[in-house]
């Protein structure tokens, strides 16, 4: 799991456990720390701190990723388009080409589009 990447072990805190302030100096260590590992976070703007949080401690760090040591290889993980879910996605990052594009290949009716209520300035990948 991506948690056995760091030494020691990175373990965090059940969500629930947690006030506010101290998930919000959580996360955003931890953030740092899977920036460190070379974890990019992406589409992250509709979450919560706690929503993110949550899926940080539920999904990324139990999560089954072969880590490959190389100084410009970065693992990106979409918070957006989990699953085969693209409601999200459409909602809040595609752009108006984008979601023509998926409108055409799959049909159906586009969520109407939305501002990311959380905006963040995460670590990015230098290009």
């Known amino acids: 799991p991506i948690s056995r990447w760091f030494e020691p072990e ?5 969500p629930q456990t947690l006030d506010d302030e101290r998930l919000h100096d959580l996360l955003w260590d931890t953030i ?9 976070l992406e589409f992250t703007d509709h979450l919560s701190d706690r929503q993110l949080y949550s ?5 990324i760090l139990p999560s089954q990723e072969k880590k490959i040591d190389s100084s ?13 879910d693209m409601e999200t996605w459409l909602r809040y990052y595609a752009t108006e080409e984008e979601r023509c594009d998926w ?3 799959w ?3 586009l969520p109407p589009t939305e501002v ?10 230098p290009l």
């Open 55 to 59: 899926l940080i401690y539920r999904d």
């Open 32 to 40: 740092q720390k899977l920036f460190d590992k070379r974890i990019v």
């Open 116 to 125: 990311p209520p959380y905006p963040r300035q995460l670590p990015r990948r």
């Open 72 to 84: 410009d290889r970065y693992l990106h993980w979409d918070c957006a388009s989990l699953g085969e």
């Open 103 to 105: 409108s055409d290949e």
């Open 10 to 14: 990175l373990r965090l805190p059940p």
């Open 107 to 109: 049909g159906g009716p």
